[in-house]
């Protein structure tokens, strides 16, 4: 008999701890989850009960919801009291169950085209927000969309997008957090215990392996359990550890054979079974192919206008009333979604919308994330930051005048009255309105001329490649902002940018010596001009007061903090599949629809496994652009002292160079028993005054030495080498323990 201790485990526990408590340094943070996996089962006790008292009308009415908006002029509108979003639960008053009102999604509350004429503050990307390797960032940021989630009157946030970011290309790789499952399950946990923290659900997304957007409704990833266990389930795993989602939205892609919201492996064994998770899966929206789906672990059939029929209203009642399994799964599905309910404590804290937003507090938590997640990835010369005394800074490119790039796709948040420019790119579906390039947030330039009062600001646009030119040679400073859209339901092709912005960095750079590129991309992008300009920004996505937070960078009121959360590659040949499959015979379809009913595309994930990203450039020795971790600073750190002894590790930090910042610690398992292997098996971001050291105490979580048997993880015995690294490509002094083996279950 299982011991019911939800899925909280030890190691995770004190690893968490340890870290969060680095992460913050000093600032008194909760140390676990808002909800606790003990929280869970009192709400799944009650659940119970309400289940038993349900008549059978009321049997599958929570089990499926609709996308709460017309899709189409002869389509039915949602009901009045659905807020205008991505879903729509009906409730069961008779039970005192409230309506399911659900929107995107992990950036913010989505803008979806403006059907809600409302706008929302968005948070910097997924990546973004990754770079400051600082779980507070992500808590804070998760408390501040899901409390405007709650004003307008939502009570579920689609959030926690955690997939790894397999493919540098992955059109999605922007929402998502990074290469590594430690960093990336860390953060999303903290991510949704500040979503749930308003008394709304979070889910975590998208159950599993969704490594790509090319025929994302029908590729199927083969990739074996041991890999899939130690990379992409892991990050799942301590996510769902230290976030405790009430919900698992499924994924759309095929995984070994079968659908990922029709997988029995993924979901009844590993989630429910193996990890003794007691919340409900949705499905992604369409992503439902048959009723046996309920046998095989979904509970909850969404947007069932994508779908090809509802499955889980009347036949699934029908199933149930003939059938005792299936009316026992039934009973089942309902208990989890009323655990979930009772959990987060949707039916004693209700949402309504109107609801009271103070936006400059939460612009504020924006600007913060984009601050601590722009990564310095070059200074010359110290060329940054910019002295007070440059009188002429010519701005030029990326609309700088104008606003920030967002990314496309369900995520897309806009400020109030919508996006300040948009581009459409031609979608030709109901859902174009997702799909398009869209500015937001606040103008660099605005923001630069705030801070350097002093200085002659030029700006233009970069269309005009000579008078680009023309204005940097007449500057002290020129500084060039690039961007790359990316977007849901569209891969990359390459890591190329678009639209000719490798000429004119090269021409503005060819102009004038002292040239800055600030990037602002949805991913890692290749940079051919490198060698030719003292200094690089990856702003990524960097939200609602992006402006503000570059200038702040580089006008040297912010020290760059942020570190790599993913690798940037020299180029696509050193991936482990450098043609992203089925891009190159595919259309562009943001819905990743087949072409044909019987259309197969299947993705190898065993080519590296659990090797992914930096732990695959570790295996094939291959140099990347930009290595994962890797971020400059105004001041200079030194690591020293490490040591570890079994599943403990302790070291120091110093801040040895003339101000204050902060620095982000990477401890590297480096090899077992003599074998090289490197895995990422703690970190540490800390505040440092110049001059001022700290000591570090980690715990170090044994699935992350640990190779996963089909009894459960196991660590042989022997001499595990570790060492510190200010990146995965430059590390330290390696120091042994030795471990006795073990075998376990979690
Ligand atoms: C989308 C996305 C998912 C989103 C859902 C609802 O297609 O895959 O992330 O939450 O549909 O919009």
């Avoid at 039934?330 to 109107?354: C, E, F, Q, W």
């Avoid at 180029?571 to 450098?578: A, C, T």
């Amino acid at each position: 008999m299982r011991k019911n201790r939800g899925v909280k485990s030890k190691a995770a526990m004190s690893a968490g701890i340890a870290m969060l408590a680095l992460a913050t340094s000093g600032t008194a943070q909760a140390q676990d989850t808002t909800i606790t996996p003990s929280d869970i089962a009192a709400a799944h006790a009650r659940a119970v009960a309400s289940v038993r008292s349900m008549q059978p009308a009321e049997r599958t009415v929570m089990t499926h919801g609709i996308m709460a908006m017309q899709l189409s002029p002869d389509s039915p509108p949602p009901p009045p009291e659905a807020v205008p979003g991505a879903g729509y639960v009906a409730g069961l008053p008779r039970l005192g169950l409230p309506a399911l009102t659900e929107s995107d999604a992990s950036l913010g509350v989505a803008w979806i085209g403006g059907l809600r004429h409302d706008g929302a503050t968005a948070l910097p990307s997924g990546l973004a927000q990754a770079a400051s390797w600082n779980p507070d960032v992500l808590y804070a940021g998760g408390r501040m969309i899901g409390g405007e989630a709650r004003a307008k009157g939502f009570n579920v946030l689609l959030s926690g997008g955690v997939n790894l970011t397999r493919d540098p290309r992955n059109g999605r790789t922007f929402e998502y957090l990074a290469e590594d499952p430690l960093l990336a399950g860390t953060l999303v946990g903290a991510a949704i215990r500040g979503v749930q923290s308003n008394h709304i659900i979070s889910t975590i997304k998208h159950f599993a392996l969704n490594g790509q957007e090319t025929g994302r409704k029908f590729v199927d990833i083969r990739i074996g359990e041991a890999a899939a266990r130690e990379s992409d389930l892991l990050a799942f795993q301590i996510g769902i550890e230290k976030g405790q989602p009430l919900s698992v939205m499924c994924a759309y892609n095929i995984v070994n054979g079968a659908h990922a919201c029709d997988n029995d492996w993924l979901l009844n064994t590993v989630l429910k079974k193996d990890w003794g998770w007691k919340g409900f899966v949705m499905s992604d929206w369409g992503a439902v192919p048959s009723l046996d789906t309920a046998i095989h672990g979904l509970d909850q059939q969404s947007g069932v206008q994508l779908d090809p029929k509802v499955f889980f209203g009347a036949e699934l009642a029908e199933k149930a009333k003939a059938d005792k399994v299936w009316s026992a799964r039934l009973d089942d599905m309902n208990t989890r979604v009323i655990t979930a309910i009772y959990a987060a404590g949707l039916d004693k804290h209700p949402v309504s919308p109107g609801g009271k937003i103070d936006m400059a507090a939460d612009a504020a938590v924006a600007e913060d994330a984009a601050k601590q997640g722009i990564v310095l990835l070059k200074n010359e010369g110290a060329i940054l930051p910019l002295a007070a005394h440059a009188q002429r800074i010519a701005v030029i490119g990326g609309l700088a005048n104008l606003g920030m790039l967002s990314g496309g796709g369900s995520s897309q948040v806009a400020g109030e009255g919508g996006p300040l420019a948009k581009v459409s790119v031609g979608v030709d579906s109901p859902f174009a309105a997702f799909f398009s390039q869209a500015y937001n947030g606040s103008a660099p330039l605005a923001a630069i001329r705030k801070l350097a009062p002093q200085a002659t600001v030029t700006f233009r646009g970069g269309d005009n490649l000579a008078d680009a030119v023309n204005q940097a040679k007449k500057a002290d400073v020129a500084i060039v902002f690039a961007t790359k859209w990316a977007s849901e339901g569209l891969d990359q092709a390459d890591l190329t940018l678009p639209d000719g912005q490798d000429a004119l960095i090269a021409a503005v750079a060819a102009a004038n010596p002292h040239t800055i590129v600030v990037l602002e991309t949805g991913n890692p992008v290749a940079m051919p001009w490198l060698g030719n300009v003292p200094a690089v920004l990856e702003a990524w996505y960097p939200g609602a007061r992006g402006g503000e937070a570059i200038a702040s960078v580089l006008m040297g009121q912010t020290n760059p903090s942020g570190r790599l959360p993913i690798t940037f590659p020299a180029s696509v040949s050193q991936l482990p599949r450098p043609v992203l499959d089925g891009y190159a015979d595919l259309e562009p379809d943001f819905m990743g629809n087949p072409p044909t009913p019987n259309a197969k595309l299947s993705a190898n994930y065993d080519v590296e496994g659990s090797d992914v990203g930096y732990r695959w450039y570790a295996r094939t020795g291959a140099k990347p652009l930009f290595p994962f971790g890797y971020g400059l600073s105004y001041t200079s750190f030194a690591e020293d002292g490490l040591k570890v002894d079994g599943l403990k590790a302790s070291f120091t930090l110093h801040n040895t160079g003339t101000r204050e910042g902060a620095d982000v610690a990477q401890l590297y398992l480096v090899s077992r028993n003599g074998a090289a292997k490197q895995r990422l098996v703690g970190f540490a971001r800390v505040n440092l005054a110049p001059g001022a050291s700290q000591s570090v105490d980690l715990s170090i979580d044994p699935r992350l030495l640990a190779d996963w048997t089909p009894s459960g993880w196991r660590i042989a015995g022997g001499d595990y080498s570790f060492a510190l690294g200010t990146d995965a490509q430059h590390l330290g002094p390696a120091v042994s323990t030795r471990l006795t083996g073990k075998s376990w279950k979690d």
